[in-house]
């Protein structure tokens, strides 16, 4: 062993060496599919790519991304042309400034993202935090955001699933800003500032209709001194018909919000 060690310096051998220390790494820790759970032998994936976190026959569903041409407003993505500004948001210009997203809720994302959230398959976190940082940085960079907001759940709802899914995507947001640029950031992750305090039940299945009305007053501000003229980011896994994400943006721009933008793991 010493010897291998030895014979390979410089750039390749650093190479070789991460390579090996995966290689052993592999042997005790085993990489699996985030999906289908078969083993992965990942040593030749580079580390943080989809890759390294899914088999060949589950990425061959597609994991296709969150990319123009979409609506810069709600973000409605097109199969053709140049960004432009979508019928429905033309007809009726939505209460949320601007909608990103990480991923398009098709193919492989939407057999993961319900096992994330319901399953409690939290080891799918390791591939979507980097992910979601990287589009904050990506579309709200130089957005002047004061506060982000994961959508938080109702306390009954929290304690039956354990965890809220949109704080794991931002919990670790301003150590991996520090990370990255060598100071603390100026805005900050809020999860104390609004509150669900209506319970609804699962929402899949519903009409656009039926979930707005059910969402109605939903959502309470519970500190309008941390809102009022400040410029928030909420945050949530997936983005479907929006009624979620445009029933908290009510509630915080009647409490004085500035603006409010969404930025989600998935876009449908
Ligand atoms: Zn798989
Ligand atoms: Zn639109």
Not at 2 to 13: D, L, V
Not at 83 to 101: D, F, G, Q, S
């Amino acid at each position: 062993m010493h010897q291998i060690f030895t014979h390979h310096r410089g750039k390749t051998g650093g190479r070789f060496l991460k390579k090996t220390a995966r290689f052993f790494q592999e042997l005790v820790f085993p990489c699996q599919c985030l999906n289908c759970r078969v083993l992965l032998y990942t040593v030749n994936a580079e580390p943080g790519t989809s890759q390294a976190y899914f088999c060949p026959s589950c990425m061959s569903r597609g994991l296709p991304r969150f990319e123009p041409p979409f609506c810069p407003r709600c973000g409605h993505m097109f199969d053709t042309g140049e960004n432009h500004i979508c019928e429905t948001c033309l007809k009726h210009l939505p209460r949320i400034h601007k909608v990103r997203a990480v991923l398009s809720y098709q193919g492989l994302v939407r057999d993961i993202l319900p096992l994330f959230k319901y399953q409690a398959r939290l080891s799918l976190s390791r591939f979507f935090e980097p992910l979601i940082f990287e589009s904050f940085q990506q579309f709200f960079g130089n957005a002047d955001i004061d506060r982000i907001l994961p959508i938080p759940l109702h306390a009954r709802k929290l304690r039956q699933r354990g965890f809220n899914q949109s704080f794991l995507l931002v919990r670790g947001f301003a150590q991996t800003y520090y990370e990255i640029h060598g100071v603390r950031p100026v805005w900050q992750v809020d999860t104390t500032s609004l509150k669900r305090i209506r319970y609804t039940d699962p929402q899949t299945g519903f009409d656009v209709a039926v979930r707005r009305k059910n969402l109605k007053n939903s959502f309470q501000v519970t500190d309008s001194a941390a809102i009022r003229n400040r410029n928030i980011l909420l945050v949530d896994d997936v983005y479907t018909t929006g009624a979620t994400c445009a029933e908290a943006a009510r509630m915080l721009l009647a409490a004085g919000a500035n603006r409010v933008d969404v930025l989600v793991l998935a876009r449908a």
